[in-house]
């Protein structure tokens, strides 16, 4: 069993894009996620009705808020992942004394922490993840907001836009809530689950489809209704690459994307109509252990032109890329060895305009149990 840290840590910093990327642990890279329907415990998982239980320590509220006034805002965040499309559920089942929330309670608890000691300074707030190392299975999950560091509001105004006030306690807890599934940070700006924002922003309330289809892939059965999938495999030197994004445009607009399999296969769940292919490098700075020491990067980005059975010549040209229909398979993509590695931070790094820049990427707390 392993139990780690996820943080989310607000910048003043805008940076370049990728895809959702689900977590996975152990040598053989097993999905992390959630047995909703034969858990292993049933305190955090109703098995009945299906869905993640959750509750509020009563008694340490944010500073200057009620757990009565909290609670709606911390669960209209976690509401934000209940797709239609996907099985995931969060629900909320009732206060706790705090002097019972503690590691392995077998309990998903939500609390505020003033201890400077309990939490780092740069994150606003950490989940803290039991994980099977065998199976993948989330064992428990704890959401652990920053009250030292920060100020939280429930309704910000216009006057922090500009980054210098309070964080939005909804927010934070949609991002969390992405965690609690099993997802871990995106390289793509606009998405709940990029690991920065800024402070008293809203607009990660909701989330991107880049978000839905994360939670779609890990508890989604096959195709969602009124989609359709355009599938393949990358590979080097005629062997599985596990770890690029396979990503589709449309007039130029990026549409949706998926991390590549272990075995090198992917299958993009599109609305129907036809996509631009891109095989990119990820971004393994903002990923766990098990990532970072698996996932394949060292490549540069190339689109996929396809004139007919065979794989993919990769070019660089997004204009010159085949539009590839929905409902296609065999999009192999062949990437070259021995390339340098792009860096997908390089194009907006901004030391000037960015707090804690020494912070990029979350900080991984890995603790045998």
Known sequence: MKTRAALLIFLLMITSAFAYVPDRIGAELKLVRWNLTNPSDSGTVDATNQRVKWYMAENKPAKGLTIGALQ???????????????????HYEGTVSLAEVRDNDHRNTVSWIQDPLELPNHATAITLQRISIETGE?????????????LWTLSPDENVKTGDGPADVQSTAAHEGGHFGGLTHTNRTTSTMYPFAVLGLTNRRSLEEDDLAGVRYLYANGVPPGYEEISGAVTRSSA?????MVEAFEGGTFVASQMTEPDGTFRLSLPPGSYKIRVTPGSPATWADTLKAQAKADFHSAFCEKGGPGPCTLIADEVAATNIATGT????????????TDDPWEPDDNAEN????????????????
Do not use: R
């Open 240 to 244: 599985a690459l596990f770890g690029p």
């Open 354 to 369: 960015a707090t804690n820049i020494g912070a990029i990427g979350p900080a991984w707390l890995i603790h045998k149990h």
């Open 138 to 150: 989330l064992k428990e999950c704890d959401l652990v907001y920053n009250d030292y560091s920060y």
């Open 329 to 340: 398979s065999g999009v192999d993509m062949e990437v070259p060895a021995n390339e340098a």
């Open 72 to 90: 709606p805002a911390v669960e209209a965040g976690f509401a934000a992942w209940q797709d239609a499309h996907s099985a995931y559920k969060i």
